[in-house]
Nanobody, 125 residues
Framework: VQLQASGGGLVQAGGSLRLSCAASGRTFSGYDVGWYRQAPGKEREFVAATMWSGGRTHYADSVKGRFTISRDNAKNTVYLQMNSLKPEDTAVYYC???????????????????WGKGTQVTVSS
């Protein structure tokens, strides 16, 4: 599976962006998909996930209520709708997919088999 993240850009605080993660090579069917981010000088952190089994979604506390993850199986794409953006959301955002079945493994990223190249999100104050 090859993943391509897109949709990043420069936005003012309070604005919105929608990131897309498109899969090629095979479908997202069966895969848990997560979004992660890494700001300069900081470690990568979990942002959101959509689990294949049961369709559950999970969010980091820092984005809960502002970000929404969704998957469009017909388009083989997972989205991250980001609203009410804050300067602290500035980072490179990555998507990843894995056959984990485990929220823990998705949250720490260790269970993810495929990673896309990141897309830069910059939020100005």
């Amino acid at each position: 599976v090859q993943l391509q993240a897109s949709g990043g850009g420069l936005v003012q605080a309070g604005g919105s962006l929608r990131l897309s993660c498109a899969a090629s090579g095979r479908t997202f069917s069966g895969y848990d998909v997560g979004w992660y981010r890494q700001a300069p000088g900081k470690e990568r952190e979990f942002v959101a996930a959509t689990m294949w089994s049961g369709g559950r979604t999970h969010y980091a506390d820092s984005v809960k209520g502002r970000f929404t993850i969704s998957r469009d199986n017909a388009k083989n794409t997972v989205y991250l709708q980001m609203n009410s953006l804050k300067p602290e959301d500035t980072a490179v955002y990555y998507c990843a997919a894995g056959l984990t079945g485990s929220v823990t493994l998705v949250r720490n990223g260790n269970g993810m088999d495929y990673w896309g190249k990141g897309t830069q999100v910059t939020v100005s104050s």
